[in-house]
């Protein structure tokens, strides 16, 4: 049933390159898919798939990734919002009246986000004359984006590919038999969203229509119209159009409403295309909008005239130079054939005990390649769901969720070398800045820009809650944006892009920080502190049993700011400009209301060292600056990573997929390789649970999605960077070569990781040990490199520092020269 077997080489000194093989990079099943989260995703950063693999009525579920309701955002929605706001903070500050405090911000409340959507369905019914499907298989190589479906009927063997083209920009379907003339099928459409067919020639035809002007979050129902759609020439509700074209040598071709009727062909190629009139997140999709159907149209005429061979070259050329940058392989021992087994086997058998490092390793390159097939530059940025949604009303609206998810779906895109994937997020960014400065002003009466908890296509940036209706404790959380600032200075930090970093970088950044500045107050100490503030979504007790969850300075809240702040300082630095605003964030900086240990010896996670209405709660926001932060570490602050252990004890190893996911990197940031992989083990759990119950902890859908539950693709991008994060850190201005490799990966080799300061990383290790590595610099910067057991550097003489936490050298590079390290 493989196709292909890898095995993986393993060389003493000299590292692992060209004869560098993987194991199997493949998902594969022996029946249909009967769930969703079965099916196979395929994508290319604007269109998605998802192949169900059935035999007679086969289904793949379409998605385009600029398919949203709504329009653009609405603004002076709450033109008395800031005259609540010096009394939220009068309730907190003066009256430590926390339920007054709740009530007053809901007052400083706009509208919810709007909904990522579904396009339709692709069906296909086949015909078959006699006889009962057998030797059934389907897979996905992930190794070059394709799907393959293969099965016998009558004596013939029938066979599907189904790849995602970025280059063509559309969906590719073959369909072949190995005897002449046998495929007789029907192709279908249909969507959730309001649609008509239409013929276009006898093989080619149109679904197309006009999305919701409105959806309502799936957890919102105060309306008996949670979805409604405007008539055409109205503001709100884009138009969508799906092309589909039938290409055949010896079969015959019919095309009507219903479809397009295929009968007596050898070889069938599906073409379809897809677009909508979304013209950027401040224009009318409608009245604004671009020509949706010329789009489609292009797309598809420039795709139909290259055969089969053509498309599939360009697609795997350019899928290819992003996925093969990184190789990562661990050796079984003793050797074991469990990737022999058909995928969904394999994870039960992993989640019974099994040692599986190959669902591992498959596991991180699944992660990249869902990053590559959901996130290109010039698209969108990937959402909740990445670009993958069946959902007419998406759980959460499927949208992006700024206090942790969207951040989350973009840990790995540096570290795993595909920095261009991370192009669409700044691109969100920059749509916030400018709706957030809107915000800052109409709900604060700030400067700057602001973004909250949640956001959509729209680069909507207001507190979300329907005037009132949202829980203040998320919704009216205001760190967002500063929170995604990070990535702008970490993509800086990886790839040493000065220009990106003076002309987008700092500017937004520092829209960032001036709305803080105004933000931050004095507290009675004269720190300042946020007010009000969250740490999302959690709940504290106050005052003998009462309950409360708007509070002043909580950890998370000034951890982020601290964040900001010291690297707007570094970016000042590196551009060797804005030196005033410089000097003032250092002053401000040093105001911070600092990190408190509590009572239990954990990180104090409020302003005041209150216990947890949910000790256990999901969210571990008061350590982000172990991670992704770089505030606190086993390294140059002790005291308070021993706190953040304690943190992760009392908080338990239990959580939903992003949470286990954060908790990987969490741990893996305390250097402690063993927790952080009996963490990815639990994060790897088989489970079927697609409903909306968070204490069902997450784990891995058969199609290895992550389990919320429901799905949410965060949790694999967390799970691929946590991975990373074993092998390699450098967030403390070195390279830290496997800091927290776990006793069961006791040999292995990876291949062309990033690391801060503009390096790219190969290394191979034995017994736990590094052997060999070659640091390739990018930049020409000094390297500073920590290791467990002492290297050299070949053609250097270097003092080595032993420390607590191993070994310390630095040597300066060249830009474009290769370094090798070799064990002593």
């Known amino acids: 049933m493989i196709k292909k077997i890898f095995i993986t080489i393993f060389l003493g000194y000299g590292l692992i390159s060209t004869v560098f093989a993987q194991q199997n ?66 309730a907190l500050l003066k009256n430590m009246d926390y339920p007054a405090a709740l009530e007053l911000n809901k007052k400083m409340q706009g509208l919810y986000s709007q909904s990522y959507l579904p396009l339709g369905d692709l069906i296909i019914k086949q015909k078959f004359k006699n006889g009962s499907p057998s030797s059934y298989y389907r897979d996905l190589n992930i190794q070059d984006a394709i799907t393959t479906t293969r099965f016998k009927v009558d004596g013939t063997s029938f066979t599907r590919q189904v790849f995602v083209s970025a280059p063509d920009q559309v969906i590719v379907i073959r369909l072949t038999a190995d005897k002449p003339k046998q495929l007789s099928f029907k192709v279908g459409t249909k969507s959730l969203l309001n649609y008509e067919n239409v013929v276009v020639n006898e093989n080619e035809m149109v679904m197309k229509g006009k999305a919701p002007s409105n959806v309502d979050p799936n957890y919102y129902n105060p309306n008996k119209e949670p979805v409604k759609y405007e008539k055409p020439g109205s503001f709100n509700g884009m138009r969508y159009e799906l092309r589909v074209k039938a290409l055949s040598k010896d079969g015959t071709i019919q095309t009507d409403e219903n479809g397009i009727d295929v009968k007596n062909a050898s070889e069938v190629l599906l073409l379809l295309s897809a677009a909508t009139s979304f013209n950027g997140f401040d224009k009318s999709p409608d009245l604004e909008g671009k020509n949706e159907s010329k789009l489609a149209q292009q797309y598809l005429n420039a795709a139909t005239p290259k055969p089969f061979a053509n498309l599939l070259k360009n697609h795997l050329s350019d899928y290819h130079k992003y996925f093969n940058r990184v190789t ?26 099994a040692q599986d490092p190959g669902l591992e390793t498959l596991y991180f390159q699944y992660g990249r390649y869902l990053l590559i ?218 105001k911070l209301y600092p990190l408190h240990i509590g009572h239990q010896g954990n990180l104090q996670e409020w302003y005041k060292d209150w216990e947890d209405v949910e000790p256990q709660h999901r969210h571990v926001s008061h350590l982000f600056g172990l991670h992704p932060g770089r505030q606190i570490s086993p390294i140059n602050t002790p005291e308070f990573a021993n ?12 959580g939903t997929g992003w949470s286990k996911a954060w908790k990987i990197n969490f741990w893996a940031r305390l250097l402690d390789g063993n927790h952080t992989y009996k963490l990815l083990r639990q994060l790897l759990k088989a489970t079927n649970v697609t409903t909306t119950e968070m204490s069902k902890g997450g784990g891995t859908y058969p199609n290895l999605f992550d389990a919320h539950p429901p799905f949410q693709i965060d949790g694999n991008f967390g799970g691929t960077a946590g991975i990373a994060e074993m092998l390699i850190q450098s967030h403390l201005n070195e390279i830290h070569l496997l800091p927290a490799i776990p006793d069961t990966w006791s040999q292995g080799a990876v291949k062309g990781l990033k690391a801060r300061g503009g390096f790219e990383v190969s290394m191979n290790w034995s017994n736990n040990k590094l052997t060999y590595a070659e640091i390739k610099s990018l930049a020409g910067n000094t390297c500073k490199i920590r290791t467990g057991i002492p290297v050299k550097v070949k053609g250097l003489s270097l003092k080595t520092e032993f420390t607590k936490n191993g070994y310390v050298m630095s040597f300066p590079t060249q830009k474009g020269k290769k370094y090798e390290l070799i064990a002593l």
Request: hydrophobic fraction near 35%; charged fraction near 20%.
């Open 25 to 90: 990079l493949q998902l594969w099943y022996k029946q249909p898919a009967t769930t969703w989260t079965e099916a196979l995703p395929l994508g290319n950063g604007r269109l998605g798939a998802m192949v169900f693999g059935k035999v007679d009525e086969e289904i793949i579920q379409l998605n385009e990734s600029t398919l949203w309701s709504g329009g653009p955002v609405k603004t002076n929605v709450n033109p008395n919002s800031p005259s609540y706001l010096p009394q939220v903070r009068e």
């Open 328 to 353: 990562f392989s661990l050796k079984n021992n003793p050797v074991n054939t469990n990737f022999l087994l058909p995928t969904d086997e394999r994870l039960i058998g992993y989640t019974k005990g």
């Open 373 to 590: 097939s959901s996130s290109r530059p010039g698209g969108t940025a990937a959402n909740l769901q990445g670009i993958w949604n069946k959902e007419l009303r998406a759980p959460w609206s499927s949208n992006y969720t700024i206090n942790i998810n969207t951040q989350m779906n973009y840990w790995p895109a540096e570290v795993t070398n595909l920095s261009e994937m991370h192009e669409p997020l700044f691109d969100l960014i920059k749509g916030l800045a400018k709706t957030g400065k809107t915000t800052a002003k109409e709900f604060y009466n700030m400067n700057g820009w602001v973004a909250h908890h949640n956001s959509d296509i729209w680069a909507l940036s207001n507190p979300v809650g329907d005037k009132g209706h949202g829980d203040p404790k998320w919704a009216n959380w205001a760190m967002g944006g500063n929170w995604l600032s990070q990535h702008l200075w970490e993509h800086y930090q990886f790839t040493r892009d000065k220009k990106f970093l003076k002309e987008t970088a700092y500017p937004l950044m520092k829209g960032a920080a001036l709305f803080t500045l105004d933000w931050l107050v004095e507290d009675k100490d004269g720190y300042l502190i946020t007010a009000p503030s969250t740490s999302p979504e959690n709940d504290f007790i106050y005052d003998k049993g009462k309950r409360a969850g708007i509070s002043i300075a909580t950890t998370m809240d000034m951890s982020i700011i601290w964040d900001l702040f010291t690297n707007l300082i570094d970016a000042s630095n590196e551009l060797g400009a804005d030196q005033d605003f410089q000097k003032l964030l250092i002053e401000k900086k040093k």
């Open 643 to 654: 706190a953040a252990k304690k943190t992760l004890e009392v908080r338990g190893d239990d």
